[in-house]
Nanobody, 116 residues
Protein backbone atom coordinates (compact mmCIF):
# COMPACT_ATOMS: atom_id res chain seq x y z
CA UNK A 1 0.00 0.00 0.00
CA UNK A 2 0.96 3.59 -0.57
CA UNK A 3 0.34 6.08 2.23
CA UNK A 4 -0.05 9.79 1.47
CA UNK A 5 0.31 12.79 3.77
CA UNK A 6 -0.51 16.30 2.56
CA UNK A 7 0.75 19.56 4.03
CA UNK A 8 0.92 23.24 3.19
CA UNK A 9 -2.71 24.30 3.31
CA UNK A 10 -3.89 27.42 5.08
CA UNK A 11 -5.53 30.81 4.77
CA UNK A 12 -4.41 33.12 1.99
CA UNK A 13 -5.74 36.35 0.52
CA UNK A 14 -7.07 36.50 -3.03
CA UNK A 15 -4.21 36.84 -5.48
CA UNK A 16 -1.82 35.08 -3.14
CA UNK A 17 0.10 31.84 -3.47
CA UNK A 18 0.43 28.55 -1.61
CA UNK A 19 2.47 25.42 -2.18
CA UNK A 20 0.99 22.08 -1.21
CA UNK A 21 3.17 19.05 -0.59
CA UNK A 22 2.32 15.36 -0.54
CA UNK A 23 4.68 12.78 0.92
CA UNK A 24 4.25 9.21 -0.30
CA UNK A 25 5.50 6.10 1.43
CA UNK A 26 5.46 2.51 0.25
CA UNK A 27 6.05 1.01 -3.16
CA UNK A 28 7.90 2.43 -6.14
CA UNK A 29 6.95 6.08 -6.27
CA UNK A 30 8.56 6.83 -9.63
CA UNK A 31 6.13 4.61 -11.56
CA UNK A 32 2.95 6.00 -10.03
CA UNK A 33 0.52 8.55 -11.41
CA UNK A 34 0.12 11.26 -8.79
CA UNK A 35 -2.64 13.80 -8.61
CA UNK A 36 -4.31 16.57 -6.71
CA UNK A 37 -8.07 16.82 -6.38
CA UNK A 38 -10.25 19.19 -4.39
CA UNK A 39 -13.68 19.22 -2.85
CA UNK A 40 -15.55 22.34 -1.84
CA UNK A 41 -18.54 22.23 0.55
CA UNK A 42 -21.62 20.91 -1.22
CA UNK A 43 -19.70 20.06 -4.38
CA UNK A 44 -18.24 16.91 -5.91
CA UNK A 45 -14.56 16.18 -5.77
CA UNK A 46 -12.87 17.51 -8.90
CA UNK A 47 -9.58 17.14 -10.70
CA UNK A 48 -6.97 19.81 -10.04
CA UNK A 49 -3.87 18.30 -11.65
CA UNK A 50 -2.27 14.97 -12.47
CA UNK A 51 1.34 14.06 -13.27
CA UNK A 52 2.43 10.77 -14.77
CA UNK A 53 5.63 8.81 -14.30
CA UNK A 54 6.88 10.46 -17.51
CA UNK A 55 6.11 13.92 -16.09
CA UNK A 56 3.19 14.47 -18.41
CA UNK A 57 0.67 16.81 -16.76
CA UNK A 58 -3.05 17.42 -16.99
CA UNK A 59 -4.92 20.28 -15.33
CA UNK A 60 -8.52 21.01 -14.57
CA UNK A 61 -9.94 23.88 -16.58
CA UNK A 62 -10.47 26.01 -13.48
CA UNK A 63 -6.77 26.06 -12.58
CA UNK A 64 -4.98 26.06 -15.94
CA UNK A 65 -2.32 28.75 -16.11
CA UNK A 66 -2.38 29.33 -12.34
CA UNK A 67 -1.41 26.01 -10.75
CA UNK A 68 1.63 23.82 -11.41
CA UNK A 69 2.07 20.20 -10.37
CA UNK A 70 5.54 18.71 -10.01
CA UNK A 71 7.19 15.67 -8.48
CA UNK A 72 10.51 14.74 -6.92
CA UNK A 73 11.02 11.01 -7.29
CA UNK A 74 14.17 11.07 -5.15
CA UNK A 75 12.12 12.36 -2.21
CA UNK A 76 8.82 10.57 -2.98
CA UNK A 77 7.09 13.94 -3.07
CA UNK A 78 4.52 15.64 -5.25
CA UNK A 79 3.83 19.36 -5.10
CA UNK A 80 1.13 21.77 -6.16
CA UNK A 81 2.18 25.38 -6.63
CA UNK A 82 -0.92 27.56 -6.56
CA UNK A 83 -0.70 31.15 -7.77
CA UNK A 84 -3.27 33.88 -8.32
CA UNK A 85 -5.59 32.19 -5.87
CA UNK A 86 -9.29 33.02 -5.98
CA UNK A 87 -12.04 32.59 -3.37
CA UNK A 88 -13.48 29.81 -5.52
CA UNK A 89 -10.27 27.83 -4.99
CA UNK A 90 -11.35 27.33 -1.38
CA UNK A 91 -11.63 23.60 -0.77
CA UNK A 92 -10.07 20.58 0.85
CA UNK A 93 -7.23 19.43 -1.37
CA UNK A 94 -6.47 15.72 -1.60
CA UNK A 95 -3.41 13.94 -2.87
CA UNK A 96 -4.07 10.83 -4.94
CA UNK A 97 -1.97 7.91 -6.14
CA UNK A 98 -2.68 5.39 -8.89
CA UNK A 99 -0.41 2.45 -9.57
CA UNK A 100 -0.02 0.47 -12.81
CA UNK A 101 -1.86 -2.50 -11.26
CA UNK A 102 -4.94 -0.45 -10.48
CA UNK A 103 -4.37 0.38 -6.82
CA UNK A 104 -5.56 3.82 -5.73
CA UNK A 105 -5.39 5.72 -2.47
CA UNK A 106 -6.08 9.17 -1.05
CA UNK A 107 -4.45 11.36 1.55
CA UNK A 108 -6.36 12.84 4.46
CA UNK A 109 -6.69 16.24 2.79
CA UNK A 110 -5.51 19.73 3.58
CA UNK A 111 -7.74 22.79 3.82
CA UNK A 112 -7.09 25.78 1.56
CA UNK A 113 -9.09 28.92 2.26
CA UNK A 114 -8.86 31.98 0.03
CA UNK A 115 -10.43 34.96 1.74
CA UNK A 116 -9.85 38.50 2.89
Amino acid sequence: QVQLVESGGGLVQPGGSLRLSCAASGGIFSIYVMGWYRQAPGKQRELVAVITSANSTTYGDAVKGRFTISRDNAKNMVYLQMNSLKPEDTAVYYCNVRTPVGYMNWGQGTQVTVST
